[in-house]
């Protein structure tokens, strides 16, 4: 199960930072990612850990502002968002990734229910 | 940068009938690195397939993905009422995951 938190409506060019919580599974074995969605519109890979805690990608609108980090001594997984804009008004889906203590590329196999921020003054 | 290009935008059918969505990359890629979404109203997306013919786990062999190179497809050979829904094509790599713009999949 993996739970969303930390949304909310913030102003432009402020911070948030969103947090989820894995349970059922050896979070520390695998790979984790936020994806976001707009309201109505399509999916969005905003950023991916592997297990490692070493490689790590971010979609390029949002490098230099965003940072995805994990904590595997609290199977959490972590966003921190600053310089927010109004574009990135979405709701945000933490993704699990399929394969197991494994640097190949996966899908995302379990995802949570998301949690919404909206950027507006 | 891969662009995937779903078609067709909106699939209008009946329960019973055959549904076929294509996936377009704008490059070759790695069939290994792809795979099939569904995402219902109001619930976060589910994985189908991966590796571009690969069912997830618990998904019925109704729903089947095929293609390789720049062409891929998904189809679903007999609709039930619960696939009514978004499908989104995705391909991952090492340091990005990219998706299509989603196929609706509407009842007729």
């Known amino acids: 199960q993996l739970v969303e938190s930390g949304g909310g409506l913030v102003q432009p060019g402020r911070s948030l930072r969103l947090s989820c919580t894995a349970s059922g599974f050896t979070f520390e074995n695998y790979a984790m990612h936020w994806v976001r969605q707009v309201p109505g519109k399509g999916l969005e890979w905003v950023a991916g850990?592997?297990?490692?805690?070493?490689?790590?990608g971010y979609v390029d609108s949002v490098k230099g502002r965003f940072t995805i980090s994990r904590d595997n001594a609290k199977n959490s997984l972590y966003l921190q968002m600053n310089s927010l804009r109004a574009e990135d008004t979405a709701l945000y889906y933490c993704?699990?990734?399929?394969?197991?203590?494994?640097?190949?590329?996966?899908?995302?196999?379990?995802w949570g229910q998301g949690t919404l921020v909206t950027v507006s003054s | 940068e891969i662009v995937l290009t779903q078609s067709p935008g909106t699939l209008s059918l009946s329960p019973g009938e055959r549904a076929t969505l294509s996936c377009r990359a704008s490059q070759s890629v790695s069939d290994n690195h792809f795979a099939w979404y569904q995402q219902k109203l109001g619930q976060a997306p589910r994985l189908l397939i991966h590796?571009?013919?690969n069912r997830a786990t618990g998904i019925p062999d109704r729903f089947r993905g095929s293609g390789s190179g720049t062409d891929f497809t998904l189809t679903i050979s007999r609709l039930e009422p619960e696939d009514f829904a978004l499908y989104y094509c995705q391909h991952y790599d090492a340091s990005r995951w990219t998706f299509g713009q989603g196929t609706k999949v509407e009842i007729k």
């Open positions: 993704a699990k990734g399929a394969w197991e203590v494994d640097l190949t590329p996966a899908p995302l196999d379990y």
């Open positions: 850990i592997y297990y490692n805690s070493v490689n790590i």
């Open positions: 590796g571009a013919s």
